[in-house]
């Protein structure tokens, strides 16, 4: 099972590099959030570097290979492990 913590990096499929600062609730409808600075864009995606909040559930969901046939990353953010 694949858990996100804070101070990891993730790589999204697109190429761009997400730090996780911590997770949070939805003040209203309580879902779970990952709070991540986005690094390395470049033109990669619509985003530009930032910080963001995403779903949990969508953080970790798998890239639509529909969509993205071209893509070879199983899951929409990858863990970066450190050697």
Known sequence: ??????????????GTRAFVIT???????????????????????????GIYARPLKMFLSEVDHEKYPEVKQKYRFEEE???
């Open 23 to 49: 997770l949070a609730k939805h003040s209203e409808t309580g879902e779970d959030l990952v709070v991540y600075y986005c690094m390395d864009n470049k033109g990669k995606t619509n985003h530009t570097d």
């Open 81 to 83: 492990k450190s050697e």
């Open 1 to 14: 099972m694949r858990e996100v913590k804070p101070y990891t990096v993730w790589r999204h499929f697109k």
